[in-house]
């Protein structure tokens, strides 16, 4: 789970939240790994992430957590522009239903890939 911190360095009024729903779900047994707070270059350089020994994290992260909606937004966008990353999303989840939005000037592809999600969870 990404902050603007990095295992309490610097703290902040954000950072709290994500140790939060980091101890819910240690309270939780899930069977997957995470960590927080942690800043998005420690989580994506394990060189980096060796400074902190007692970082859960086998390896780098797979899946980036962002703390709020316009950091999500930041990021997706920019990874789009400047890395050409094959963005999916946004979803919806935990309804009843598969949910998928296409944004404004979504390209045949982001729109096939909805697709694709929304026939996967159909068969499932």
């Given amino acids: 789970m990404l902050a603007s911190s990095t295992f309490?360095?610097?703290?902040?009024?954000?950072?709290?939240?994500?140790?939060?729903?980091?101890?819910i779900l240690d309270t939780r047994g899930v069977d997957f790994e995470y960590d927080g707070e942690i800043a998005v270059d420690v989580a994506l350089d394990r060189q980096k992430m060796l400074l902190y020994p007692?970082?859960?994290?086998t390896d780098t992260?797979?899946?980036?957590?962002m703390p709020a909606i316009h950091s999500a937004s930041i990021s997706t966008k920019l990874l789009q522009q400047?890395?050409?990353?094959?963005?999916?999303?946004p979803m919806l989840v935990g309804l009843e239903?598969?949910?998928?939005?296409?944004p404004l000037g979504?390209?045949?592809s982001e729109i096939y890939n909805a697709a694709v999600i929304a026939a996967y969870d159909i068969n499932r």
């Fill in 8 to 23: 309490g360095f610097p703290r902040s009024e954000r950072s709290e939240r994500i140790v939060e729903a980091v101890n």
């Fill in 54 to 57: 007692f970082c859960r994290l």
């Fill in 61 to 65: 992260a797979n899946v980036l957590i």
């Fill in 82 to 89: 400047m890395g050409g990353a094959s963005v999916m999303g």
């Fill in 97 to 102: 239903r598969s949910v998928q939005i296409a």
């Fill in 106 to 108: 979504a390209k045949m």
